[in-house]
Every structure is written in structure tokens, then in C-alpha cells.
């Protein structure tokens, strides 16, 4: 088995304003939770939107339990659950229809399983109605149940505490943490919300004006720094004029 | 070919819980009524004999194919299309996982699938229609052929409403577009006749070359292979837009 769940090879987008990714490198080991933080514009969503083959980089690779994205898309993708930016299930079917539609391009995924993963995020009560009498937290809750729905190895979320409430968030971060260490599922997380990362993330990224400008263990940022928060701010800062 | 399979029965079910599908057999079979009220009424009234009995499931197909069949199947491809950029549904697609081909492949054979049906829906239709009416068999070997010719055509214009929707950012605009490129060709078609031969949109009628007394093979080849060239052409200039799309 690889040691590498995801590997990111100098990535680099541009976008017509100057602005997206320049030469991302990264290594995330299996079974780690690692979290992407950055401000505003800094090409997190870039970043995860080329790693589940969203958009084309102008250069580099990622490799997904060793598959390229670029030339084994399928194989790489096998085993990934992904939410990124905003939930969007269709809105004229149900959140079991919505299931299903994900379910029909995994084999071993029957209403047992969908229900299992609609009851764990806590909307299998509402499995049977449609999506556009969703409330934001109630689609993301659902974006989570279609991320877990295939027991992926990885999965990557972009800002999945969006919408939540503090009981879900709650319940966000025990599935999570449950997840890696139950089932060595390895996660990629971008959020604002710092403190969510640093309760829930085992390493963190600083992503700043499209640069990867810092990589650290959560266990020694806390050694450093009283906060995630305080190093993410350094590193800011540090970089701020460059 | 899993994948492939899974993202067309997603398709086909996506658009089976359309409201729009109901709209559509609704409005054929408004259409097949009326216009088997319009012949009754010049036949026995005006005394003008417009068809005979195999022709009313012809005259049914000469109307629906220069009216609402273009119209729902461009509704149908806007959806697939256009409609799934701008909510953004296509991610679920796309991170299934399935590879940018069978996404486009899976969804070209749903709209394919829809065409054919709706192509039955309306032949069946008028057929039954056409015996009550008159109670005599028609010809119907020549009314399927007819059927199954006019489909080409028609999926033509699907592929063409498939690369707008690659091109424009919207609904609305792939809707216009669509709708204008459709008018544009048939104006030009009645403007300049020597260039007819070149737009896809007067083939909408080319199963006529079957119905006369004489069939001209070579001309229905000649025309099946325009046909066949557009439909590779916008095939394969829909794909690459699509595969190239950032979402």
C-alpha cells in the first residue's frame, strides 16, 4: 500500500487577472487529516478543483493513491469523496434520488448503505423530499452523506462546516476524526474556520496569494505558537510582501 | 462501461423526472389531435382531400418535426447542458467518478433515447389516430421508415444545441441562440435555394425521398452522408469544448 494518499506536483493555474495558483507541492500521507487554510482568493478552491479534475492546471499533476488525475482520472478517483465549494444536489429530486444518482456508479452501494449515510449526518428523515426545500445546512449535511457514501480512502472538503449549525459542526468534526481513525480515511480540508481546522486537523497548509508559504504539524504549531490561529497570521505576514 | 451505463440511467432518470416530460407528451398528443381535427374538417366540410390514410402519421411528422420536436429537444439538451453548468450539478457528475468522455457520451445516447421515444410516442399515436379515422391499415412500413429517418435530422440539431450550451454561459443565451440558429438556417434555406443542399435543416423532411413511386438511393445516400458529417463535425467540436470546460 502507498504511504501517500494524495501528491501534488507543481500545480500552478493562471487566470486571466493574474490571480489562481503558482507551483503547489504537497504530500499527504494516508489516514492524515490535513487542513488548507488561507484567506479569500488565495486559490484553495483552485487547488481542490484541479485535484478532483474540476479544471485543467496549466502545469503540474496530482496523484491520487498513486493515479494521475490528468491521464487515470477514473482509477484516481475511485476511491475519493469530494465536496467542493457549494453543494449543488439537483434540486427537483430527493436526497435519496440525489444518493442514488451517486450510488449507481459504485458497485457494492444498495438502500442500506444510502440510508446508513443519510442517518449518520442526520437527515434520513427527510430522505424523501426534494432538495429545493433544503435549507444550506441541510444540503451540506447532504453534500457529507454523498462523500462517504462509497467508504471513499480520501476525501476532500471544501469549506464543509459552511452552513452548519453548532450542534452540526459538532458533529462534523466526531465524524470526521471517527472516519481516520476507524478507517484510516484520509482527509483534505479547506475552511475559514480556523479553529474547526486546528480542533480537527492533524497538519495544516497556508496557502497565501496562490503560494504554498507554510506546511506544519498541528502538534508543532501549538509547541510554537498559542494558536493556530497566531501561526496562521505570521505566516501572513511574513508573506504579505513578497 | 459501468461508469458509461451508470451516467446514462442517471440521465435518463434525471430527465424522466423532468415536469417538462410530461409537457411534452401532453403537448404531441394535443398536436396529433388537432391537426386529425383539421384534416376531418377540410376533408368532409371544405371538401379539400389533403391525406389519404398512411399520409396523416407523414403530415403529423412534416408538423412536429418543424415545430415541437426541435423545441422539446433543445429544452432536453439545455438541461443535460447549459442547465447543469449554471447550478453547478455537473460537479456530481463529473466526481462520480466518470471521465469527461462518458459523461458527454452517456448524456448524448439519454438525448438520443429521448428523441427516439418521443419519435414513437407520435408515430403510435397518429397511427392509432389514422385507423380510428379512417379504419383502414396504413402503409405502415413507410410510416416507420419515415420515423426512424427523421430522427437523424433532429439529433443534429440536438448536437447543435449541445455545443452552444459548451459555448454560452446560461440557459437563456443557449436557448435564444438555439432557437435563432434554427431560424437563421431555414431563412437562409428559403433565401439562397442554392445552398440548400448544404444546411442541415432542410434535411428535416428527407424521408419524403422514400415516399414516392420512384426512390432515389443515391440522393438519400448523398443526403445521409451531410448528415453524417455534421453530426461528427458538432460530435466532436461539443466534446472538446466540454472536455476543456472548467466547471
Known amino acids: 500500500m502507498l504511504d501517500k494518499a494524495i501528491v501534488i506536483e507543481n500545480l500552478s493555474k493562471m487566470y486571466k487577472n493574474n490571480r489562481g495558483i503558482q507551483d503547489i507541492n504537497l504530500e499527504i500521507d494516508q489516514g492524515e487529516i490535513f487542513g488548507f487554510l488561507g484567506p479569500n482568493g488565495s486559490g484553495k478552491t483552485t487547488t481542490m478543483k ?84 433544503y435549507s444550506l445546512g441541510m444540503k451540506q449535511r447532504l453534500g457529507i452523506a454523498m462523500a462517504i457514501l462509497s467508504n471513499p480512502k480520501i476525501i476532500i472538503l471544501d469549506e464543509p462546516f459552511n ?30 474556520l480556523i479553529h474547526d481546522i486546528e480542533l480537527t486537523c492533524d497538519r495544516v497548509g497556508i496557502l497565501y496569494k496562490g503560494k504554498l508559504i507554510g506546511v506544519d504539524s498541528n502538534h508543532n504549531i501549538l509547541q510554537n505558537y498559542s494558536s493556530l490561529e497566531n501561526y496562521y497570521l505570521s505566516e501572513v505576514d511574513l508573506n504579505a510582501d513578497s | 462501461m459501468q461508469i458509461l451505463k451508470a451516467v446514462y440511467i442517471n440521465e435518463m432518470f434525471k430527465i424522466s423526472k423532468k415536469k417538462k416530460i410530461t409537457a411534452v407528451f401532453i403537448f404531441t398528443i ?44 433543445a429544452f432536453i439538451c439545455i438541461d443535460l447542458f447549459a442547465g447543469e453548468f449554471t447550478d453547478n450539478t455537473i460537479k456530481f457528475t463529473l466526481t462520480g467518478p466518470a471521465s469527461r468522455v462518458k459523461v458527454f457520451l452517456g448524456k448524448i445516447i439519454a438525448i438520443a433515447t429521448f428523441i427516439i421515444a418521443n419519435l414513437i410516442f407520435a408515430m403510435v399515436l397518429s397511427v392509432i389516430v389514422s385507423l380510428i379515422k379512417n379504419c383502414i391499415i ?13 430522427f437523424l435530422p433532429i439529433f443534429i440539431f440536438a448536437l447543435v444545441v449541445v455545443l452552444i450550451s459548451n459555448i454560452t454561459k446560461g440557459t437563456t443565451s443557449t436557448f435564444m441562440l438555439s432557437i435563432f440558429v434554427f431560424l437563421v438556417f431555414n431563412g437562409l434555406t428559403l433565401a439562397f435555394p442554392q445552398i440548400k443542399s448544404y444546411l442541415f435543416t432542410s434535411f428535416f423532411d428527407w424521408y419524403r425521398l422514400i415516399l414516392g413511386s420512384y426512390i432515389n438511393f443515391s440522393k438519400i445516400f448523398r443526403v445521409f452522408l451531410i448528415l453524417l458529417g455534421y453530426g461528427i463535425m458538432l460530435f466532436t467540436a461539443g466534446y472538446y469544448l466540454f472536455e476543456r470546460k472548467d466547471i
Request: glycine share 6%; aromatic share 10%; proline share 2%.
Open chain 2, 30 to 73: 394535443i398536436s396529433v389531435i388537432v391537426a386529425s381535427i383539421v384534416e376531418y374538417s377540410l376533408n368532409n366540410f371544405a371538401g379539400i382531400r389533403i391525406t389519404g390514410s398512411s399520409e396523416f402519421s407523414i403530415m403529423v411528422l412534416t408538423i412536429l418535426s418543424y415545430s415541437l420536436f426541435p423545441l422539446f429537444t
Open chain 1, 50 to 133: 484541479i485535484m478532483v479534475g474540476l479544471m485543467k492546471a496549466d502545469k503540474g499533476d496530482v496523484k491520487i493513491n498513486g493515479f494521475s488525475i490528468i491521464n487515470d482520472y477514473e482509477r484516481a478517483m475511485k476511491d475519493v469523496g469530494c465536496i467542493i465549494e457549494n453543494v449543488t444536489p439537483f434540486p427537483y429530486l430527493t436526497a435519496y434520488e440525489n444518493m442514488q444518482l451517486r450510488g449507481r456508479f459504485i458497485r457494492q452501494v444498495d438502500e442500506e448503505q444510502i440510508d446508513k449515510c443519510l442517518g449518520v449526518t442526520g437527515i434520513i428523515k427527510y430522505k424523501n423530499e426534494k432538495i429545493k426545500n
Open chain 2, 138 to 150: 396504413p402503409n405502415l412500413l413507410k410510416i416507420l421508415i419515415s420515423y426512424i429517418m427523421a
Open chain 1, 163 to 192: 452552513g452548519l449549525d453548532v450542534e452540526g459542526m459538532v458533529e462534523m468534526r466526531k465524524l470526521i476524526t471517527n472516519l481516520s481513525k476507524q478507517q484510516k480515511t484520509t482527509f483534505f480540508i479547506s475552511s475559514h
